[in-house]
């Protein structure tokens, strides 16, 4: 009767964690599910084992799961939806060979908490020392806190934001503007012209005290006055992105050259 019953409660035990399975996977709690199923699956010989646990713990490893899967999907989401040039990552940066910017620094960008203040960073420094790099490794380090983040480079914005593509135009402006972290590279590659200008001066006023901005170039902060035709539009444009702003002018050797010797030091050997 006993081993009867033992098998009873044992079936009725595998028909219950099924539909248990099946409605988690209806609420597209899959993480929660797999997380489940391992669970059950788990043999209890080990006095460690899961089951040794209790309720609050081990629902508690359940929700963690899925908690963890839906976070890292959502964070995919945003690095695709952000189109970074690299693939790029915090802990990837070579602090040995920058100066200008330290690794404490990096880190205390990491968090993010000068998107939630809408504050702004500027990394300025000659071609090839890394700062697209930089900046498109703080841009994933947003979207791990779940930030929006969107990347272009300035003549992309340009580019799109001409008349001539109407309908892309007012979309792509619509997520610059609304973006909570705007990636802007290649800053001042050229001097801008009147229309560039305006286009510059209406987004940084529409973000202004509500959204951050990370600015990449090769012109010092002291020069970008020249860059606008005009010295008063020049004058409110910088008035709004300059003032709370972090800047940094990053030097070192090109990390181009680095590379290059690297490739021809591989191919002696």
């Known amino acids: ?20 399975l099946s409605q988690l996977h209806d609420l597209r709690l899959g993480a929660m599910a797999a997380c489940f199923k391992e669970q ?23 929700v963690e799961a899925e908690w963890l899967h839906r976070r890292n999907k959502r964070t995919e989401r945003l690095i695709r939806q952000a189109s970074f040039r690299f693939a790029a990552a915090i802990e ?31 990394l ?3 071609t090839g020392v890394g700062k697209t790099y930089i900046v498109c490794a703080l841009g994933r380090a947003a979207c791990a806190q779940g930030f929006y983040v969107l990347y272009t480079r300035l003549s992309d914005f ?20 609304k973006a909570p972290l705007l990636i802007l590279d290649d800053w001042g ?19 202004y ?14 020069s970008w006055h020249e860059l606008f035709p005009d010295p008063t539009q020049a004058d409110s ?23 290059g010797k690297q490739s021809l030091e591989s191919l002696d050997l």
């Open 1 to 20: 009767m006993r081993i009867c019953g033992a098998k009873i409660i044992t079936r009725g035990k595998t028909m219950f964690n099924n539909a248990t």
């Open 40 to 62: 059950s699956e788990r043999g209890s010989t080990n006095k460690n084992d899961i089951r040794s646990l209790s309720f609050e713990e081990r629902f508690g490893i359940l």
């Open 92 to 122: 990837d940066i070579d602090y040995m060979s920058k100066r200008g910017i330290t690794k404490g620094e990096i880190l205390k960008f990491s968090l993010g908490n000068y998107i939630k203040k809408a504050q702004n960073i500027f």
């Open 124 to 126: 300025c420094g000659p």
């Open 158 to 177: 340009f580019n799109c934001a001409a008349p001539c593509t109407q309908g892309r135009r007012f979309n792509f402006r619509d997520k610059c503007v």
């Open 189 to 207: 590659l050229k001097k801008f012209s009147l229309e560039e200008t305006a286009e510059l001066s209406d987004l940084f006023e529409r973000r």
């Open 209 to 222: 005290g509500r959204a951050s901005t990370i600015i990449s170039g090769q012109v010092p902060l002291t």
């Open 237 to 259: 444009i910088l008035d709004r992105i300059v003032h709370n702003a972090y800047s940094y002018n990053i030097t070192g050797e090109s990390m181009r050259k680095t590379i």
